[in-house]
């Protein structure tokens, strides 16, 4: 049974610092494109970070370059999600998700955790 499972989401304030872990099971994960993508209310789903398979490379979107570092643990089948400066509009519903490439485009991924609430505020 294929799993993705996030953690690490909750209320935090303006300017803090936030990291998500994405814990898959039942796939072979050092060959997943692992990404974060996130929604917030009344939007569609958007690209956060995305990562080889190798972890040799990484693409983010503009919205938190400079921002956020996105990383994995082959040893843990486990991806990760830094996020610093927070901002309001960094609010939204994060998810993992698989693929077999680095795509940006929700469409060309199979797997998708659940997601976790991330709230931030002042």
């Known amino acids: 049974q294929e799993s993705l499972v996030e953690s690490g989401g909750g209320s935090v304030q303006i300017g803090g610092n936030l990291r998500l872990s994405c814990t898959v099971s039942?796939?072979?994960?050092?060959?997943?494109?692992m990404a974060w993508f996130r929604q917030s209310p009344g939007k569609e789903r958007e690209f956060v970070a995305g990562?080889?398979?190798?972890?040799?490379?990484?693409r983010y979107s503009d919205s938190i370059e400079g921002r956020g570092t996105i990383s994995r643990d082959n040893a843990k089948n486990t991806v990760y999600l830094e996020m610093s400066r927070l901002k309001s509009e960094d609010t939204a519903v994060y998810y993992c998700?698989?693929?077999?490439?680095?795509?940006?485009?929700?469409?060309?991924?199979?797997?998708w955790g659940q997601g976790t609430q991330v709230i931030v505020s002042s």
């Open positions: 990562i080889t398979a190798s972890g040799e490379q990484v």
């Open positions: 998700a698989a693929s077999t490439a680095l795509y940006v485009m929700a469409m060309h991924y199979h797997y």
């Open positions: 039942g796939l072979i994960f050092e060959h997943l494109y």
